[in-house]
């Protein structure tokens, strides 16, 4: 079943029970109001039959009303006592049994008769019976009219739900034309027309976002790929020309080795560094002396460190060791050593780890791409393959920050990281 139809049927069920509801409180005030119509009546004919009993006979009192039956009822009475009739006026009904001494006065339905009983005294009992076929069709009409009328109404509010249905979901037929097109293509360039209004909208919107998120995501991923394994070729090949160069005699076994070796060691490092892009969004993070950590990192790479004695984080040790030995080793690099410093402090909310020197710096331009993966300055000499702040900004990112680059005053640059000290359940209070 379609969703259309489903939304066509679920309104007309909705009218439905909405206009059973009316009909059955107007029949019950109807049929009320016509009782009321027909006891006021048969209360009438009780007393034109008193009258005709010379009523003041039986121990009424007060004068009784000048009343007449309306036209068009059927009527019946009579005047029991001890349990058998003594007068009857009319066609009573047969199936009417006869009152007992002690009934109360009553008005009350039986079958298609309205029935009263009165009480006379002296054992004697006046029952009256009245039929009217004006209130039986009156309401036999009244309801044929709301069932007719209620199954004509559905009927169109059935149909009318299915042709503004049409219209307000053709933004999830589109939706679902789109997906269905992804999955079967695997093409993530597929939109769906902007329009629409509430929900429907908004899940449009959502699916365009979500399908240009999931479009980068993979143009990154393909690059990604594209440059790591050009990175991991790159030694390799090297190894295989110096081997060759000494199989044919042009290279001596040291100066091979010591090849082999330093294409060995740049290997391990790219696949280090990839190991730690990899494990975004697993960072194993436990309790830790942050400033411990950067003493320790500081007094490796031969650097000062200012900062507090203890620094309470929760994070992971493996990568906040490899990001605080990316950014000295970056340092170490491409500023000579010159002016580095590693400093740690509290600020806003964040431990805030800051790793500074006074070398050349990187231009305006080079700043905003040095973190994507295998990005490389222009004119930069230094050996690399572009990876060591892409690990730092992956790692600020496991650890609920980021990572800043700014120029030093008056040269050289600062690479700031920002870490949230609490644990994941606490990310963005701060500790």
Do not use: C
């Amino acid at each position: 079943m379609t969703l259309r139809l489903r939304l066509a049927l679920f309104i007309a069920l909705a009218i439905a029970l909405a206009l059973l509801a009316q009909g059955v409180l107007g029949y019950l005030s109807f049929q009320s109001s016509l009782y009321a119509t027909l006891d006021r009546d048969l209360e009438a004919y009780a007393q034109f039959v008193l009258e005709e009993l010379h009523w003041g006979q039986w121990g009424f009192r007060g004068r009784p009303r000048p009343a007449r039956l309306p036209e068009g009822y059927v009527a019946g009475a009579r005047l029991v006592q001890d349990e058998g009739v003594l007068r009857e006026w009319g066609s009573f009904p047969d199936e009417l049994s006869l009152p007992r001494p002690d009934s109360p006065a009553e008005i009350r339905t039986v079958g298609l008769w309205r029935v009263g009983t009165l009480e006379l005294g002296g054992g004697y009992t006046l029952q009256v019976a009245l039929q009217s076929q004006q209130v039986l069709r009156s309401l036999q009409n009244y309801r044929d009219t709301v069932l007719y009328s209620a199954l004509l109404v559905v009927v169109l509010g059935a149909g009318a739900a299915w042709l503004l249905a049409g219209p307000a979901l053709r933004p999830l037929r589109h939706l679902l034309a789109a997906t269905a097109r992804v999955a079967g293509s695997g093409d993530l360039s597929q939109r769906v027309p902007p329009g629409g209004s509430g929900e429907l909208g908004q899940l449009s919107q959502t699916f365009n976002r979500m399908m240009e998120r999931l479009q980068a995501f993979l143009q990154r991923e393909i690059q990604f790929t594209r440059h790591a394994s050009h990175e991991l070729r790159t030694p390799l090949t090297a190894i295989k020309l110096q081997l060759g160069a000494y199989r044919q005699g042009y290279a001596g076994l040291e100066e091979t080795l010591q090849v082999v070796e330093e294409e060995a060691e740049r290997m391990i490092r790219l696949s280090e560094a990839l190991l730690t892009l990899a494990r975004e969004g697993r960072a194993q993070r436990v309790s830790l002396d942050l400033a411990a950590l950067a003493r320790e990192a500081a007094a490796g790479a031969g650097v000062p460190y200012m900062g507090p004695e203890r620094l309470e984080l929760w994070g992971d040790p493996l990568l906040l060791r490899q990001a605080l030995l990316n950014l000295l080793d970056n340092a170490r690099k491409h500023a000579g050593g010159s002016g580095v410093r590693l400093a740690l402090e509290r600020r806003g909310g964040f431990a805030v780890l800051e790793v500074s020197d006074t070398g050349p710096g990187m231009p305006p331009e080079a700043l905003r791409q040095a973190a994507e993966p295998f990005y490389r300055a222009p004119g930069t000499r230094a050996p690399g393959v572009g990876l060591g702040l892409s690990v730092v900004a992956q790692v600020a990112q496991a650890h609920g920050g980021r990572l800043e680059l700014e120029a030093n005053t008056p040269r050289g640059l600062v690479a700031r990281l920002w870490l949230l000290p609490g644990p994941p359940s606490a990310a963005g209070g701060g500790a």
